[in-house]
């Protein structure tokens, strides 16, 4: 009985699928010659496709028709030739295809040496604009949040006490007789006060709470969690510590001092400029009532204990 006749198919349907569906309609069983071949063939393809990998990765920095487009299409070429090929020269295919996996290998080292240089400046780039973000939140002096900063983390931490259905409270404290400083030891001995009293202050408060420079000689405490008994205890702590902590600033005796104003926020139905501004008052409240002590808004949320 005669064998079946191949069907005629199968050369367009094993170009179709790729090499790997190409070799059994077109490597005689016991070739080792096209099997080695089609290896190769195998083999420069997929390092092809790794180039290919790094091209679109790289896109933008390297020329639209490089060196490694031509790689590309010559491996497609021979890709698409090989099944022919093979049934007369083996040993050609093998060789074009040994040629192409090394030049390949060359190209993907040279691309991956490009990538990894990309994916650093990247990296570097982004903790640039980290840097300069933080710089740009932070008070060139002390070191604390700047007014912009604090007050951006001061409503994000309103919305998210509101949820978790925490307190939240703010002190504002101001140096007293800082103006007298300048005026009398200089700018300098103010700097260092500032940096004295903003260090001073960081050390007493918790993880959670944030501190920061409203301007001048005015600082800020956003309180997370606190009501306004506990936003008192924290001003008579700040107070105190710097009142003992700041006697003597570098080589100058100024005897510091702080008044500190308190206020509870009252929910969302009260605005931030509200709450700053009851905070505000009750620090001006006591400077206004002898300097040197703590003084909190009456007001509290309803429901509060």
């Not at 993880?207 to 606190?226: Q, T």
Request: proline letters at 4%; one cysteine or more.
């Amino acid at each position: 009985m005669r064998a079946p006749r191949r069907p005629r198919l199968a050369v367009p349907a094993a170009l179709a699928l790729g090499p790997g569906a190409a070799l059994p309609a077109f490597a005689s069983a016991g070739s080792w010659e096209a099997w080695s071949a089609w290896g190769l063939v195998g083999a420069a393809f997929g390092v092809a496709a790794a180039i290919g990998i790094c091209g679109y990765n790289l896109r933008g920095r390297l020329a639209a028709h490089g060196p490694w487009w031509r790689h590309a299409l010559a491996t497609l070429a021979l890709v698409l030739a090989a099944p022919f090929l093979l049934r007369v020269q083996p040993w050609l295919v093998a060789a074009a295809a040994l040629g192409l996996l090394y030049w390949g290998l060359w190209r993907v080292l040279r691309l991956t040496r490009h990538m990894r240089q990309a994916f650093d400046e990247h990296a570097h780039a982004r903790a640039e604009a980290r840097r300069a973000k933080a710089d740009s939140e932070r008070d060139a002096l002390t070191g604390v949040l700047n007014r912009g900063a604090w007050r951006a983390r001061l409503e994000r931490l309103a919305e998210d006490t509101q949820q978790d259905g925490r307190p939240l409270s703010v002190l504002f404290f101001d140096i007293d007789l800082f103006k007298l400083i300048n005026d009398s030891l200089g700018h300098q001995v103010g700097d260092d006060c500032l940096k004295a009293v903003a260090n001073t202050v960081a050390a007493e408060l918790r993880g959670g709470d944030i501190l920061g420079r409203l301007g001048g000689e005015e600082f800020a405490v956003a309180l997370p969690g606190a009501r306004r008994i506990h936003a008192i205890a924290v001003g008579e702590r700040v107070r105190m510590a710097v009142q003992k902590h700041c006697q003597v600033v570098g080589e100058e005796v100024v005897e510091l001092t702080v008044s500190v104003g308190a206020a509870e926020y009252l929910g969302p139905e009260e605005s931030f400029d509200a709450l700053m501004d009851r905070a505000d008052r009750a620090m001006y409240t006591a400077k206004g009532s002898g300097r040197n002590m703590v003084v909190a808004d009456a007001a509290t949320p309803p429901g509060a204990h």
